[in-house]
């Protein structure tokens, strides 16, 4: 089994144990009653490392003024882990993991945090639960 693919299965196994719904390149994580939150999974190389970029989108860079943008940045600097990005048009926040070696507790603690935060950051700026 190649390390992807034991990278699936752990994300597979942790939604049946956390309640959250795998849809093969995401994890749609209930954030509470109401809310929910998507993380996105997306395979990379670098360096001849095989890593996995989990991202949430918190909502459209076009849609935020450029002093919260800015604000953003500064914001970035006293994040625990994970960083806030922009992908395209969308202000995102991401985490970076090896594929090898990757267990179900770490991937849950990533996607966890990526939804909470994403969550937060999209409810502070859009005051709407659109991703």
């Given at each position: 089994?190649?390390h992807?693919?034991?990278?699936?299965?752990?994300?597979?196994?942790?939604?049946?144990?956390?309640?959250?719904?795998?849809?093969?390149?995401?994890?749609?994580?209930?954030?509470?009653?109401?809310?929910?939150?998507?993380?996105?999974?997306?395979?990379?190389?670098?360096?001849?490392?095989?890593?996995?970029?989990?991202?949430?989108?918190?909502?459209?860079?076009?849609?935020?003024?450029?002093?919260?943008?800015?604000?953003?940045?500064?914001?970035?600097?006293?994040?625990?882990?994970?960083?806030?990005?922009?992908?395209?048009?969308?202000?995102?926040?991401?985490?970076?993991?090896?594929?090898?070696?990757?267990?179900?507790?770490?991937?849950?603690?990533?996607?966890?945090?990526?939804?909470?935060?994403?969550?937060?950051?999209?409810?502070?700026l859009?005051?709407s639960?659109?991703?």
């Amino acid at each position: 089994m190649s390390h992807r693919e034991a990278f699936d299965r752990a994300c597979e196994a942790l939604c049946g144990d956390e309640g959250w719904h795998w849809a093969g390149d995401a994890i749609e994580v209930p954030t509470d009653e109401e809310r929910h939150q998507r993380v996105s999974i997306e395979f990379f190389e670098f360096e001849d490392e095989e890593l996995v970029r989990l991202y949430t989108v918190i909502g459209s860079s076009d849609r935020i003024h450029p002093l919260k943008l800015t604000q953003a940045l500064r914001i970035n600097f006293g994040l625990p882990h994970g960083a806030l990005a922009l992908r395209g048009d969308e202000l995102v926040m991401i985490d970076t993991l090896m594929v090898e070696g990757a267990d179900a507790e770490e991937i849950a603690a990533s996607v966890e945090y990526l939804a909470e935060t994403g969550d937060h950051f999209e409810e502070k700026l859009f005051g709407s639960d659109e991703n």
